[in-house]
């Protein structure tokens, strides 16, 4: 089978821990939720045990509008992990959601849930434009991806 | 209460020299480094009773105390979160000797980050925060990381790639006066740097520091002893960790306010329990695996307010003459990068007036640990 194609190299899946769980459960139902405390109902991320704020240790996970303004942005150049260098420059986000400021999601920015990592034109990537979340599979993962509100 | 100011004092220093390659073993490299330091304090081995190192130090004290010749160890601390840890193994020593944990305490660090392997290539053993929510969307590195801080600072405040240029350029004219840098012969020009390859836009190469092998320790005895060794002592005026609320290392990305990070913690404690402020300060080591970390620590440490650690790199203000000369041996961008031990021993150098880029009668220090992780920063004085 020495002639057998090379499969193409795999991006990384979320490693997924217990507190983490719940977001990606909601992610694969096409949701994105985030984790707020059920006694104060202070919002937190990354998600934890207890709540900073009241140390209760009662969760919730609130449903979003899935909206949000790139609140600062990358674009990594190789060397970087093979898939990545295949697909490198590609932006890189960090997503201040408008249902939850101190939550910033990292993401990529795509033109459609699914699309290449660099399919956004770089002039269109900018500080403070509105996203929208969609969702794509990446890794048997279901992963938020974020979409120009007006391309 | 008891206070650690001046009691306690670094009196040998030791490195080996720093390349992209030393043949050496990580352990060869720390035992040489150490012997070196305790050689320069003129204190045998055996007199050892204290050992202080990183969290991702490799070679650990049992092995390095029995290659040594070490007596009996009666304390032995690892500080984390890689360069945050730096200043730290200096405090926890300080703070054993003072107490009278033990007498002749050593720091170091030994790495061959140079030959050997990166560790953001490795995805068997990530860090459980950045595996889960950051490093899957191709933010993989930590230049990755801070860039996308960087590119909010730039952002924020109007702060430019000539003000991190301005931070490169310090470090290198410095280490073209060191011949220990390994930039000793390369000079960098405006031009090198604009011109250059992205590494993580805004980061260039330039904005990176180095890729090293080599190893560098210190000796902390107490202040009394210290004036018995062969060089003149160096006082640990006052040492601080800073770890600030809600903070997450490197992917500081989660709080009200992350542009304001362990710096400014670090800093309130260092001053609160020192004598002097930072218009005081003769000379200043800042850690700098990112350029766009020092103008955040300029503004956590106090030399300006927020959002102007940009301006305050212009006009040659880094440079010996200028308002703050910074990282006189060359720094973590251009003299070495050992998880800023270097900047240690450099502001020793300083105080004894031996640096390779002395600052005529530098007499207070402030040597930093990581920015952008849970930090440590050091005060030190000349007697």
Known sequence: MADAPAKPDPLLAPAVDDDGAPYWEHAARGELRVQACAACGEPRFPPRPCCPHCASFSAEWRRTSGRGRIWSYVVPHPPLLPAYAARAPYPVILVELTDAPRVRLVGNLVTRAGAAFDSVPRERVRIGARVQAVFAEQGGVVVPQWILERP | MASLKDA???????????????????????????????????????????????????????????????GDVTFFSKVGYGGGGSCATVGHLAAAVATGQASVGVAWRSRKRGSGPRPWRNTSAQLPTPAQWTRPFGLLRPADEIAMLTRRYLHEYGATRDHLFNVALACRNRANQNPAAMMYERPLTRDMYMTSRWISEPLCLFDNCLETDGALACVVVSAERARDCRHKPVYVHSVAQGLPAQHHGMVNYWNEDPLSGPAWTAARQLWKQSDVTPE????????????????????????????????????????????LPLNTSGGGLSEAYVHGFNLINEGVKQLRGTS?????????????AGEGVPTSALLLRAP
């Open chain 2, 8 to 70: 306690t004092a670094i009196a040998g220093i030791g490195q080996t020299p720093f390349a992209k390659q030393l043949l050496e073993s990580e352990k060869a490299l720390a035992c040489r480094a150490i012997l070196s330091a305790l050689h320069d304090a003129g204190i045998a081995p055996s007199e050892v009773d204290a050992f202080a190192s990183y969290t991702m130090e490799e070679t650990d004290e049992v092995e390095v105390a029995k290659a040594i010749g070490a």
């Open chain 2, 356 to 368: 390779t880029a002395q600052v005529p009668d530098a007499a207070t220090c402030l040597v930093t």
């Open chain 2, 280 to 323: 005081d300060v003769d000379v200043a080591q800042i850690y700098d695996a990112f350029t766009s970390l020092v103008p955040l620590s300029l503004e956590g440490y106090g030399f300006c307010g927020r959002g102007e650690g940009g301006a305050f790199t212009e006009g040659g203000a880094l440079e010996i003459g200028g308002r």
